[in-house]
Antibody, heavy 117, light 107 residues
Framework: QVQLQESGPGLVKPSETLSLTCTVS????????WTWIRQPPGKGLEWIGY???????NFSPSLKSRVTMSMDASRRQFSLNLKSVTTADTAVYFC???????????WGQGILVIVSS | YVLTQPPSVSVAPGQTASITCGGN??????VHWYQQKPGQAPVLVVY???DRPSGIPERFSGSNSGNTATLTISRVEVGDEADYHC???????????FGSGTKVTVL
């Protein structure tokens, strides 16, 4: 059974870069979209984007200019970088494994990132 | 692509709750539904419009036609109180889209 675990700083200053890592255990990396989803406090879920095994990426149009994602299959990790953050980027960030065009069956527990000076 | 959900639905125990998810020609897309309790990650309860993952009670069912998809919870229990989110995959852009979420309150 695949398991995912987010890690990274819980506090980031405005204008800086938010960096998170997701560590994967229990399954192959190939054939899936390794995905980041976030949820601002009291609000709905927002798809950020994905990176696949080959390193190809696809991002939400609203975040595309600020997001990068990468994959390190040898370490069984993938990562999210979101630059020039503001308080609007305060959210719980989830990593997830998604089949192409499929439902999200496997989620990390989520990590709260607060943007504040 | 935009998905529209009502902010809240209230239902008495034992009754039926219906949660809608509106989108342009959503009937042509596969709709997935997630249950999320406070402080927890979402859990998939219905996928591909009307299929249930193993371990999800038969009380959870889904339908999808035209411009509206619906998640139906029959014989509602207190433990069903949660936020419910719909989601689709937009084939043209290869983007995943979530609705705004519906809070189900069991009175």
């Amino acid at each position: 059974q695949v398991q995912l675990q987010e890690s990274g700083p819980g506090l980031v200053k405005p204008s800086e870069t938010l960096s998170l890592t997701c560590t994967v255990s229990g399954d192959s990396f190939s054939g899936y979209y390794w995905t980041w989803i976030r949820q601002p406090p009291g609000k709905g879920l927002e798809w950020i984007g994905y990176v696949d095994y080959s390193g190809s990426t696809n991002f939400s149009p609203s975040l595309k200019s600020r997001v990068t994602m990468s994959m390190d299959a040898s370490r069984r990790q993938f990562s999210l970088n979101l630059k020039s953050v503001t308080t609007a980027d305060t959210a719980v960030y989830f990593c997830a494994r998604v089949g192409v065009g499929k439902a999200v069956r496997h989620w990390g527990q989520g990590i709260l990132v607060i943007v504040s000076s | 692509y935009v998905l529209t959900q009502p902010p809240s639905v209230s239902v008495a125990p034992g009754q039926t709750a219906s949660i809608t998810c509106g989108g342009n020609n959503i009937g042509s897309k596969a709709v997935h539904w997630y249950q999320q309790k406070p402080g927890q990650a979402p859990v998939l309860v219905v996928y591909d419009d009307s299929d249930r993952p193993s371990g999800i009670p038969e009380r959870f069912s889904g339908s999808n036609s035209g411009n509206t998809a619906t998640l139906t919870i029959s014989r509602v229990e207190v433990g069903d109180e949660a936020d419910y989110h719909c989601q689709v995959w937009d084939r043209n852009s290869d983007h995943y889209v979530f609705g705004s979420g519906t809070k189900v309150t069991v009175l």
